[in-house]
């Protein structure tokens, strides 16, 4: 039997762009676990478990926000300063900081380069990888400083922060919420500013903005000029399904929170109505895969927390720093089975037909999320005592990379911290990406198989 060579072996773990991807996020987890680890990065100056550093540092690249230890306290200076250095590169993309400080350095970008920053970021083609990096640099660099701006003046007015401190708190939680990891300072995250829209708000629409993606982003600002001048919008359908889908489930989300939570006196009840459909959005809005909560996840109804797990495993945008099977699977699903009602023979949605590889990437996607959320579920549960409803949304929110978190978190044993750190990475990535970069090599049919019909329901 051949042995493969070091060039092969090198080819087989780096040359499809997916799977260098992967090894990447990889490599950026185990340098976060082992700075995590360091004496210096805890408030006590004593070194940190593995498993609680590696925890912390797959939550942080991968934007989720679930923790196991508190983050404001446990952790020094230097510890935070490492959270938030892994949540600008995790939610900025490797292989896209990469590729951008290659541009920067020598102003020119190999083709692995630009194959896996076009792979990381969905871009068209090669020639849109300079343009898309910049881009993606400029949207982020401008939305984080604007919204920590925003909040530190509103920290420094309204509760007394010191200059520095307000600055400080504005900058994290800034970066934490376009990149939608979720990570708060507070121990009580954000539920002392349930009252606050100029706290909320802002972190709301920084959310939003992360979660729409970045593709999404960069077209409205390039089409903003040709819709002055033409008066014409000229969206593609990818925006246009993010955007319609976005909307309707912020509107949904928002709605069913202040339904089902209005009368709890642990949530919604605590307050008055303008105060609760402003926490009723803030809670949609964080199901887009945030994880921040201004209300006591803990207190809320079993259908609420049913409902969230809906919107979590749903997601935000494709390409940006949400997680979940993204909206615009949900949308092609949902327009595959209005027309398989309807007897139509192919789907159609907005003027255009979708393609049957398009139906089937988000089939295999959804199944797989189901899968791997079912299948952890029940290996939490096997090892635990705890409730059905607060595992799966644990699960959920991990898989999701939300970060959103009933409180048990920290009261798995350390093998089900390890099953929920191997969700947030494989939910980060998406389980397409995941299998493709294993894939040895693409595989073609070379021939047909005599079609049959097995009986369906």
């Known amino acids: 039997m051949a042995v493969p060579t070091a060039r092969a072996r090198h080819s087989l773990f780096t040359a499809h762009p997916a799977r260098t991807v992967v090894v990447a996020f990889a490599v950026v987890v185990a ?21 609680p550093a590696l925890f912390t540092s797959t939550s942080a690249v991968c934007v989720t926000g679930l923790a196991v230890v508190d983050t404001g306290t ?66 982020t ?3 984080e400083l604007a919204v920590a701006a925003i909040l530190a003046l509103r920290l420094r007015s309204g509760y007394g922060n010191s200059v520095g401190e307000a600055a400080y708190l504005g900058y994290f939680h800034a970066v934490s919420a376009f990149n939608n990891a979720g990570f708060g300072l507070h121990a009580d995250n954000l539920t002392r500013y349930a009252q606050d829209p100029w706290v909320t708000l802002p972190v709301a629409v920084a959310v939003i903005l992360g979660g729409i993606g970045f593709p999404v982003l960069l077209e409205l600002l390039r089409h903003r000029h040709r819709r002055r001048t033409t008066g014409r919008r000229n969206w593609t359908l990818h925006t246009r399904l993010t955007l319609i889908t976005t909307v309707c489930l912020l509107a949904v989300g928002t709605l069913l929170t202040c339904l ?21 959005f803030f809670h949609s809005t964080m199901t887009r895969t945030a994880g921040f909560n201004a209300l006591d996840i803990g207190a809320m109804q079993s259908s609420t927390l049913l409902m969230t797990c ?7 945008g494709s390409a940006g720093t949400a997680g979940g099977i993204k909206v615009t699977t949900f949308a092609v699903l949902a327009v595959a ?46 090892m635990t005592t705890l409730a059905f409803d607060g595992v799966l949304f644990e699960v959920v929110s991990a898989f999701a990379t939300v970060g959103l978190s009933t409180g048990i978190t920290a009261d798995f044993p ?35 198989l005599p079609e049959e019909r097995p009986v369906i329901g």
């Open 31 to 51: 340098l976060g676990t082992a700075l995590l680890a360091l004496p210096i990065s805890a408030e006590g100056g004593t070194a940190t478990g593995l498993v």
């Open 74 to 139: 446990y952790w020094s200076g230097f510890g935070e300063g490492a959270i938030l250095a892994l949540i600008q590169v995790g939610g900025f993309g490797i292989m896209t900081m990469a590729s951008l400080l290659a541009l920067l350095v020598s102003g020119k970008l190999r083709l692995r380069l630009q194959l896996t920053a076009q792979a990381e970021t969905k871009s068209l083609g090669i020639g849109d990888v300079r343009r898309v990096l910049f881009g993606v640099a400029g949207t």
């Open 141 to 143: 660099l401008i939305v």
């Open 260 to 280: 089902l939570e209005w009368t709890n006196s642990r949530t919604l009840g605590l307050h008055d109505w303008p105060e609760k459909l402003l926490n009723g």
């Open 310 to 316: 809906m919107l979590m495993f749903i997601g935000g």
């Open 337 to 382: 089975i209005i027309a398989e009602v309807r007897g139509e023979p192919t789907s159609a949605v907005l003027g255009r037909r979708l393609a049957p590889h398009v139906l089937r990437q988000a089939l295999t996607v959804a199944l797989l999320g189901v899968g791997l959320v079912m299948t952890a579920t029940l290996a939490l549960l096997s």
């Open 414 to 448: 350390d093998a089900g911290q390890v099953i929920l750190v191997l969700l947030m990475f494989i939910g980060r990535l998406g389980p397409i990406t995941l299998v493709s970069a294993l894939a040895l090599r693409e595989r073609k049919r070379r021939y047909e």
